[in-house]
C-alpha cells in the first residue's frame, strides 16, 4: 500500500485559475513533509512543512500541514502556464542514523492552459 | 548556489554489463541519495549515505550497489544490467535531518 498518495494525478485548468493539490500520507516516524516542482528535469524544491497549521508561502503558492488528519495541500493562485509541471510530495520519516531518503507520490501532472 | 551533478545525461548498455552511475555535489552536504523515476511509480529510493563509507538500503535495493569514498561522491553500480532497469536515475544531496534535497539533472539509462 502507498505511503503517501497525491490527488489528483492530473488536472488541466485555465490561466487565472486557482489549484489545490493534495497529499495524504501513513508512516509511522513522521519527520517532514516536502514538496517539489519537477518540469522537464530534477525536482526543484518548493516548501518543508513540519508543524501542523502553519502555512508556508512564497508568491503565489502556498502550503499547510495538518499532521492529526495526516495530510498537506499546495495552492496555487492566479496560476499561469508556467506553473505546468508535476507537483511531487514526499514524506521523509525519522530513525535512529542521519537523514533518511525521501518517500514520495506519483505526483500531480498540473496543465495550465492559456 | 548547490550543484548536483551526474556523469551522463543518456546512456545505453547491454543487459549483463557493469554500469556506474556518478553523482557529485560540491556543498559539503553529509547525506546522498540515489532514487530511480518510473511513469506511474513515481520516485523510488534505491540507496542512500549519511556519511563516508556508510550505506543504508532504501526500499528497491535489489540488484544495486554504491559505493561513497569521498564525501562529494556517491556512485550507484549496477552489477549486471538488465531491462528492468531502464529508467531514469537521479541523485540528490542533503545538509543534514530536516533539511531538502537537491536534485542532479537525472541519468536517463536504456539497458537493450
Known amino acids: 500500500e502507498d505511503k503517501v498518495v497525491q490527488s489528483p494525478l492530473s488536472l488541466v485548468v485555465h490561466e487565472g485559475d486557482t489549484v489545490t493539490l493534495n497529499c495524504s500520507y501513513e508512516?509511522?516516524?513522521?519527520?517532514?513533509l516536502l514538496w517539489y516542482k519537477q518540469e522537464k528535469k530534477a525536482p526543484t524544491f518548493l516548501f518543508m512543512l513540519?508543524?501542523?497549521?502553519i502555512e508556508k508561502k512564497s508568491g503565489r503558492l502556498s502550503s499547510i500541514l495538518d499532521k492529526k488528519e495526516l495530510f498537506s495541500i499546495l495552492n496555487i493562485t492566479a496560476t499561469q502556464t508556467g506553473d505546468s509541471a508535476v507537483y511531487l510530495c514526499?514524506?521523509?520519516?525519522?530513525?535512529?542514523?542521519?537523514?533518511?531518503?525521501?518517500?514520495f507520490g506519483k505526483g500531480t501532472h498540473l496543465i495550465i492552459q492559456p | 548556489d548547490v550543484k548536483v551533478t551526474q556523469s551522463s545525461r543518456y546512456l545505453v548498455k547491454r543487459t549483463g554489463e557493469k554500469v556506474f552511475l556518478e553523482c557529485v555535489q560540491d556543498?559539503?552536504?553529509?547525506?546522498m541519495f540515489w532514487y530511480r523515476q518510473d511513469p506511474g511509480l513515481g520516485l523510488r529510493l534505491i540507496y542512500f549515505?549519511?556519511?563516508?563509507?556508510?550505506?543504508e538500503k532504501g526500499d528497491i535495493p535489489e540488484g544495486y550497489s554504491v559505493s561513497r569514498e569521498k564525501k562529494e561522491r556517491f556512485s550507484l553500480i549496477l552489477e549486471s544490467a538488465s531491462t528492468n532497469q531502464t529508467s531514469m536515475y537521479l541523485c540528490?544531496?542533503?545538509?543534514?535531518?530536516?533539511?531538502?534535497?537537491?536534485f542532479g539533472p537525472g541519468t536517463r539509462l536504456t539497458v537493450t
Open positions: 556543498m559539503d552536504h553529509e547525506n
Open positions: 540528490a544531496s542533503s545538509w543534514d535531518q530536516l533539511t531538502e534535497q537537491y
Open positions: 549515505s549519511y556519511d563516508v563509507k556508510m550505506k
Open positions: 513540519t508543524s501542523s497549521g
Open positions: 508512516v509511522t516516524n513522521f519527520r517532514s
Open positions: 514526499a514524506v521523509e520519516e525519522r530513525s535512529g542514523g542521519g537523514a533518511d531518503g525521501l518517500t
